[in-house]
């Protein structure tokens, strides 16, 4: 049969020997299959020396995302993760949000365009208050609503460390976009804008 697209992409982190510090691996066609085989790889210390991982656009749904979620978990190197424009949905992303709750090194993770739904967006609220090492949450082109907002933007201001919560271009009403309005002037430190100090350009 064909070789998968994404099969060099795993034999490059292979020959790495767990040195390599960042890597880009959008559209490389992974879906479930794919993200399990690679967290499997990563898992196995390959992924030992990564501080930057782009896994998006990959057709990763559920399955995937609950594989790297476990990769994940146990993690303590990674700071920056992008899984966005996947098919999580909110099951896919409520396995994110519970490796969030062991995780104490990742501080950026970009989800826009995971399909994440109000379960979803509550799962990651409930991260946050565990969590006291992200700082920026991309959630942008979603589909959540007001009830989902109000419990995320109740959450990010509460947190320690969040700075950016990003939340533009969902189906967030009046109430949704108050709370959030509210959380940003109460936490003087977040925002929806991307810190400069913060953004990661190793990926």
């Not at 990010?156 to 108050?178: H, Q």
Request: aromatic share 4%; glycine share 8%.
């Amino acid at each position: 049969g064909a070789v998968p697209r994404y099969q060099d992409s795993l034999a490059m982190l292979l020959q790495s020997a767990g040195q390599k510090k960042s890597a880009s691996l959008a559209m490389k066609q992974f879906g479930d299959e794919g993200a399990e085989r690679l967290a499997t790889l990563l898992d196995s210390g390959t992924g030992r020396s990564l501080e930057g991982l782009d896994i998006s656009c990959n057709a990763i749904g559920s399955a995937g995302a609950s594989a790297m979620a476990k990769w994940l978990a146990a993690n303590d190197k990674l700071q920056t993760l992008d899984i966005s424009t996947n098919g999580l949905g909110d099951e896919g992303c409520e396995q994110i949000a519970k490796a969030l709750t062991s995780n104490a090194s990742l501080t950026q993770l970009d989800l826009h365009a995971c399909a994440i739904g109000d379960k979803g967006a509550t799962a990651l609220a409930d991260a946050l208050k565990e969590n006291f090492a992200l700082k920026i949450l991309n959630l942008k082109a979603n589909y959540i609503t007001d009830e989902g907002a109000v419990v995320l933007a109740r959450a990010a201001g509460k947190s320690k460390t969040l700075r950016c919560l990003i939340t533009m271009s969902n189906d967030i009403g009046r109430v949704g976009r108050d709370a959030i309005e509210d959380a940003f002037a109460s936490a003087e430190q977040l925002s929806d804008i991307m810190p400069y100090d913060l953004i990661k350009l190793n990926m």
